[in-house]
């Protein structure tokens, strides 16, 4: 079982930065890829950003790609995204997941957080 708690969401002028951490607890972090979806009103989750389990390969979805960087610290068993040039469609509730696979757009994580709101003002 892995547990994730989310924090750093909040409201944030457009053009501004965030960065969202995701602490992981239970089984052995560096065994799971790590994943960032959102879910804006109204719409699917969809996925935003993945780091695989040794930390070499990430993915990003075309809208962030440039902007958002994913990374995780093993020591601290925490996974970021550092979110930047933050636009209003940017808003969102932001997911953290892990699964022990591959995670992708279509990858239905085996495990998610709770979430954390990110509103970008324009």
């Known amino acids: 079982q892995v547990q994730l708690v989310e924090s750093g969401g909040g409201l944030v002028q457009a053009g501004g930065s965030l960065r969202l951490s995701c602490a992981a607890s239970?089984?052995?972090?560096?065994?799971?890829?790590m994943g960032w979806f959102r879910q804006a009103p109204g719409k699917r989750r969809e996925f935003v950003a993945a780091?695989?389990?040794?930390?070499?390969?990430?993915y990003y979805a075309d809208s962030v790609k440039g902007r958002f960087t994913i990374s995780r610290d093993y020591a601290k068993n925490t996974v970021y995204l550092s979110m930047d040039s933050l636009k209003p469609e940017d808003t969102a509730v932001y997911y953290c997941a892990a699964d022990r696979g591959v995670i992708t757009p279509a990858t239905m994580a085996e495990y998610w957080g709770q979430g954390t709101q990110v509103t970008v003002s324009s």
């Open positions: 780091i695989n389990w040794s930390g070499g390969s990430t």
């Open positions: 239970g089984r052995t972090f560096s065994s799971y890829a």
